[in-house]
Nanobody, 125 residues
């Protein structure tokens, strides 16, 4: 399974950005999908996760109400819409996938088997 993240860039505070994750090699409908982010010198941080059919989402408190997940299993894609970006949102964003029957919390990186290479988001104040 390969994951390809895209859509990062440099934006001003308050702007919006949409990240996309495209999966290949296996049907994405088998997986819970998530985004994590990592800023320099910090641990990888959970951003949000979406269930395999898209019916349930889970967000970190720091992004709740600003970030939104969606997925299109027919296209093997998952999007993260990020609104009202702040400088503290700047990081490298990684998409990840784990089998839906994996009981490890969706917020823990250790539960995810497949990772994309990440896409950089920079927010200027």
């Amino acid at each position: 399974v390969q994951l390809q993240a895209s859509g990062g860039g440099l934006v001003q505070a308050g702007a919006s950005l949409r990240l996309s994750c495209t999966t290949s090699g296996r049907t994405v409908g088998d997986f819970t999908m998530a985004w994590f982010r990592q800023a320099p010198g910090k641990d990888r941080e959970f951003v949000g996760a979406i269930s395999r059919k898209g019916g349930a989402t889970h967000y970190a408190d720091s992004v709740k109400g600003r970030f939104f997940l969606a997925r299109d299993n027919a296209k093997n894609t998952m999007d993260l819409l990020m609104n009202n970006l702040a400088p503290e949102d700047a990081a490298r964003y990684f998409c990840a996938a784990k089998y839906a029957n994996n009981s490890v919390s969706s917020a823990l990186p250790s539960g995810y088997r497949y990772w994309g290479q990440g896409t950089q988001v920079t927010v200027s104040s």
